[in-house]
């Protein structure tokens, strides 16, 4: 079973890995043509919020709702009914998207003014006009993009994992391309961000299309109803919460970012996406393979091996999350700087975006503990019990931002995602404990002991080998490039030294 896990773990990292990549490629090219401004503000806005509910309705709730509906039905039923499953899902799954999308393009300046009203009470409007453009442009990607999460669904329970893992790289790919092209074509060149968005959607849906072929599985169009549906349904509206508190914690960060300094919102994005990175090369790769792999254990009704699945998924996230939490904090300026600080991407702003990563940076591993959590419910069919956690969480957030934000302004909202995220997923192991589903093994707990005191000894070496702010603020970018490099790599080998010292050998978990 660990091998089994390991390797499809393995898989999606390694995909995920290659998309986060060319994903801070894409984020260089933003940060280098239209660095952090009103603009960039705007555009992050209106992508933010297509985005925002693809966790939703995408890899989020749907994918937590419908994976486990699909795995059960793959074990206990026909070929025909797993086929006849997915199309009756998959065809009002597309309605309800193809609805929102029409309501969104047409009240366009009305979702502005929600999610970043900020923008509508500043003196000039071209920001708050140039998000609704943008958004007009932008939104349908949600539309795509849920259709696409629902194909590397079915990928997923059928053991297809690179693939979907594989597709966001055609995001990156198109908006790198059209921030580099096609920006020098446009009146307004931002624009083009927009287009690239849209185009990547497009891209991602097709792409996925030749597998479920190859295991015919492609949806079709179905008339009538069908009571898989109606589960779905069941399950998905509570979890539209429950999974995705983290996003909407980020979302509300975005909306109180709106009124303060213009730029604040652009900070708060590239530190995020710094905080993405080790995110989803631990966090959601787990989530992903620990949804499929403990839905089928729980559809065959093994304990033993469904216990045994959440007890590797959280070391895996322990030995790989909390080096890599005390790298995000102390590393975060270097990284601005090294990354982004280029053109139009101002010292600044780069000092200010590595404010918030260290109060992001800080949460990582309450953020993948959520991850790893909440799918163990989701897995059993229990969608409640996310939301009750959630609940609690996004409200902490919300009063959190409210004292922190108005303190420590764009930081303090950072912190305050950090700070939720937390008290989530302590709640969702007290619920665990509580309903003797699961609790932490005497290994995992010396497990912990062992991470924390390599991370220790990485720390320190971090702390004494490190080159001062002034040093990467004034070198070129290949001095920058080689010297972070080698900081982290020589920090991972001693992190690995010292773990292996402490008789943790990662090749016998």
């Known amino acids: 079973m660990n091998k089994s896990f390991l390797k499809s773990s393995s898989i999606v990292t390694g995909m995920t890995f290659l998309s986060r990549i060319l994903g801070l490629v894409r984020d260089f090219f933003i940060a280098k043509y239209f660095g952090a401004n009103g603009l960039t503000d705007a555009f992050l806005v209106a992508f933010r919020i297509p985005n925002f509910l693809r966790r939703l309705f995408g890899e989020g709730a749907f994918s937590q709702a419908f994976i486990p509906i699909l795995a059960e039905a793959k074990a206990n039923e026909t070929q025909a009914e797993v086929q006849n499953i997915i199309n009756h899902i998959g065809t009002r799954f597309l309605k309800i998207l193809i609805i929102i999308t029409l309501i969104a393009v047409i009240a366009a300046p009305v979702i502005i003014f929600m999610f970043a009203w900020g923008f509508y009470f500043e003196s000039d409007l071209t920001k708050f006009n140039l998000a609704s453009d943008m958004l007009r442009i932008t939104f349908p990607y949600l539309l795509l993009i849920s259709l696409t999460a629902f194909s590397g669904s079915i990928l997923n329970t059928y053991d297809r994992f690179s693939v979907p893992a594989f597709t966001p790289v055609l995001l990156n790919i198109s908006m790198i391309l059209s921030s580099v092209y096609l920006s020098q074509h446009l009146d307004t060149p931002i624009m083009a961000l927009a287009w690239g968005v849209l185009i990547g959607g497009i891209l991602q849906l097709l792409f996925q299309i030749p597998f479920l072929i190859k295991i015919n599985r492609l949806p079709k169009l179905a008339k009538g109803d069908h009571k898989a549906v109606k589960k779905l349904k069941k399950r998905m509206l509570p979890a539209l919460f429950g999974v995705s508190v983290s996003q909407i914690n980020l979302l509300i960060d975005t909306m109180i970012a709106s009124v303060l300094v213009s730029g604040s919102v652009s900070w708060l994005y590239y530190s995020d996406r710094l905080l993405e990175l080790p995110l989803a090369l631990i966090g959601i790769a787990l989530a992903t393979v620990a949804l499929a ?57 780069a000092q200010q975006s590595s404010l918030s990563l260290m109060a992001y940076g800080s949460g990582l591993m309450a953020f993948i503990m959520v991850k790893v959590l909440a799918p163990v419910f989701l897995a059993r069919g229990d969608t409640a019990t996310p939301v009750k956690a959630g609940v609690v969480a996004m409200f902490s957030n919300v009063m959190l931002n409210a004292v922190l934000g108005y303190y420590f302004d764009h930081v303090g909202l950072a912190a305050a995602t950090s700070i939720s995220a937390l008290i989530n997923g302590l709640i969702l192991y007290y619920y665990l404990k509580r309903q003797s589903i699961f609790t932490f093994s005497q290994n995992l707990i010396k497990m912990f002991f062992k991470v924390l005191i390599a991370s220790f000894i990485m720390v320190l070496f971090i702390l004494n080998f490190d080159q001062a702010q002034e040093f990467y603020i004034n070198a070129d970018a290949f001095s920058r490039i080689s010297t972070l490099v080698g900081v982290i790599c020589l920090s991972v080998i001693i992190y690995f030294l010292s773990l292996r010292v402490l008789g943790v050998r990662i090749q016998e978990l």
């Open 293 to 349: 792999k403990l839905s089928k254990h729980y559809a065959n009704k093994d304990t033993q091996k469904f216990t045994q699945t959440i007890d590797y998924a959280l070391k895996i996230g322990l030995i790989f999350g909390l080096p890599a939490c005390a790298g995000l904090v102390l590393l975060a300026e270097p990284l601005m700087i090294t990354l982004f600080q280029y053109d139009k991407f101002s010292v600044f702003a």
